[in-house]
């Protein structure tokens, strides 16, 4: 694997080996390179778990970190993001981790760049490491996913978890179905032919995944109010109570609480949002170690 920009990257194989290796570095297991790694995060966009997670997985390696903040950068001197990454690239730099705002910012790297381009998000676009601890998640939980129903709800248009997910899922064996505000679809596609009320697969669904709405991506103002949101696509204490037994519910986060979901299922006993952020380490561990040893 000399990059990870996109789910469609990977093969069933190769996802299931970086879930197993995930698996190894969750239970204990220690690894690090003979050789001295390099590694800066790139995030031009606003992150919490991702950017942290990565930093915690690149120390756990025993990777040096070459500190890059975009504020003090030379990117505000007008440089582009292709003359800053072949710059780290000059210096030694082996992997940059890298969120933007624009969908494939990576096509102008990826063949240009000798280092490793890991995706942390880009636009409206891919976000694969979100998608390969969710998928991890999902696995510790269920053991696989042959015959999984699993309910992606929310604004599918502009989430790049979502769209990570479902052809991973699909692959993989699951069902994945839709649900939330159609203004949110992508028009006439699978979203569309496997759209269901919440009300109706909320006692089928083995995964219940909520999506953030994404304000910040939206060119209009938001049709309804986050209290009708909540009554209507949200995951409310009522409907919580109807999931079936063993069920989880799962958000990449960051929760817009009291709309995709209530404030006291954010915690709750089905709620695996935290463990999700968990997990995120030890796939980004996996993540890192196949692309240094490919
Ligand atoms: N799930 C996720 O990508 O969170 P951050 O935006 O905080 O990185």
Redesign the pocket.
């Given at each position: 694997m000399r990059h990870l920009v996109s789910m469609n990257d990977l093969s069933k194989n190769e996802i299931l080996t970086i879930l197993d290796q995930a698996e190894s570095f969750a239970n204990g297991e220690k690894w690090s390179f003979t050789d001295k790694v390099f590694a800066a995060n790139l995030f031009f966009e606003?992150?919490?778990?991702?950017?942290t997670s990565f930093e915690m997985a690149e120390r756990k390696l025993g990777f040096e970190i070459i500190p890059f903040e975009t504020s003090t950068s030379s990117l505000l001197k007008g440089e582009t993001l292709y003359d800053t990454v072949k710059t780290l690239e000059s210096i030694g730099v082996d992997v940059a981790v890298i969120r933007h705002t624009q969908d494939k910012y990576y096509e102008d790297l990826i063949g240009n760049v000798n280092l490793k381009i890991v995706n942390g998000?880009d636009g409206c676009g891919q976000?694969p490491t979100?998608s390969l601890l969710d998928l991890f998640t999902i696995k510790q939980e269920f053991g696989s996913f042959e015959g999984l129903k699993v309910a992606i709800i929310g604004d599918l248009q502009h989430s790049r978890v979502a769209k990570s997910n479902k052809d991973a899922l699909t692959a993989l064996g699951a069902e994945v179905i839709f649900s939330g505000p159609r203004e949110w679809f992508l028009g006439e596609n699978e979203e569309s032919q496997n759209y269901y009320e919440i009300d109706e697969v909320i006692e089928t669904a083995d995964v219940v995944m909520l999506l953030r709405i994404q304000h910040e991506r939206h060119v209009t103002k938001s049709f309804m109010t986050k209290e009708q949101y909540h009554l209507q696509y949200g995951l409310t204490v009522e409907r919580a109570k109807r999931m079936k037994n063993n069920s989880i519910i799962m958000h990449?986060?960051?929760v817009n609480r009291n709309v995709e979901i209530a404030d006291e299922l954010v915690e709750c006993e089905k709620s695996r949002i935290f463990k999700q952020m968990q997990n995120g380490v030890f796939t980004r561990m996996a993540v890192l170690r196949t692309l240094i040893e490919s």
């Open positions: 606003p992150s919490t778990r991702t950017k998000g976000h979100q990449p986060a960051p």
